[in-house]
C-alpha cells in the first residue's frame, strides 16, 4: 500500500476572458497543477495567474502541451509528424518557462493533454519525440504519462524521471487504455464513485474495466480535471477520501 502520492489537476484552461473551470476552487487541494501553454487552452494571462497561484499555494508547476488545438480543445486525434510534435512541444514549454521565470517560480514536471496524451501512448516515435522535447529543454524535469504506456517507457529509456498517472474519474479498458470519451460512462460523474476509483488505485492498486475486469495499476500521480463543472467539490473530496485512508499527497516519492 503507498503511503503517498501526488494529487494533480489540469488547470488554466480559461482564454481571453472564457472562464473554464474552477483553477481557486481546485488549488487547495492539489500538490501538482498541469498548465495549459495555448495550444489547447489558455494564454499568457492565464499562465501567469495560474503560476502565481501555484507559488501561494505551494504547488508544483508543470507545463501541459497539447497538439495545436484550439477548437477542439485538443481532443482530437491528429496525424502529425514526430519532428512537429517535437517542436510544439518545446515551443510549449519554453512559453510557460518563460513566464514562470517572471512569477519567481520553476516547472518541476511535463504532462501532454489530450489527444497528444492519448496518442503519445500508443504510438512510440510520438512518445520518443516528446521525450526528447522534455530532455532537450531541462533533463530535470518530470514527465507524466499513462501508467503502463509507450510515454512512460520511452521517458525511461531517456533517463527522465518519470510519474506513472492513473485517472480519478475515468473509465478503463482492460488493456489499461483510457475508454475513449465518445463511449458512454467513459467520465465518472458521480463523485463519490471517483473517490471509491482513486482509493483503489493508491491504496490497492487497481482499478474495475470496463468489462468488469479488475485491472492493475502502479500510479504515482492521480489526475482531476479542472474543466469538471463540480472541479472544486470534486478535488475537496478526492483529497479526504484519501487523507481518510491516511494517504499523504504530495509530488515528492516515497523514500
Partial sequence: MKQRIDLNADLGESVNGRIVGDDAGVMPWISSANIACGFHAGDATQMRATLMACRTHGVAAGAHPSFDDIAGFGRREMAIDPDVVYAQTLYQIGALAGIARGVGIGLTHVKPHGALYNQAARDRALAEAIVRAVHDFDPDLILFGLAGSNLIEAGRALGLAV?????????????????????????????????????????????????????????????????????????????????????????????
Fill in 163 to 255: 510519474r506513472r498517472e492513473a485517472f480519478c474519474d475515468r473509465r478503463y479498458r482492460a488493456d489499461g487504455s483510457l475508454l475513449p470519451r465518445t463511449h458512454t460512462g467513459a467520465v465518472l460523474d458521480s463523485i463519490d464513485a471517483a473517490a471509491a476509483q482513486a482509493v483503489s488505485i493508491a491504496r490497492d492498486g487497481f482499478v474495475l474495466a470496463d468489462d468488469g475486469s479488475r485491472l492493475r495499476i502502479d500510479a504515482d500521480t492521480l489526475c482531476i480535471h479542472g474543466d469538471r463543472a463540480d472541479a472544486a467539490a470534486f478535488a475537496r473530496a478526492i483529497h479526504a477520501a484519501l487523507q481518510d485512508v491516511r494517504i499523504q499527497i504530495s509530488q515528492e516519492e516515497e523514500a
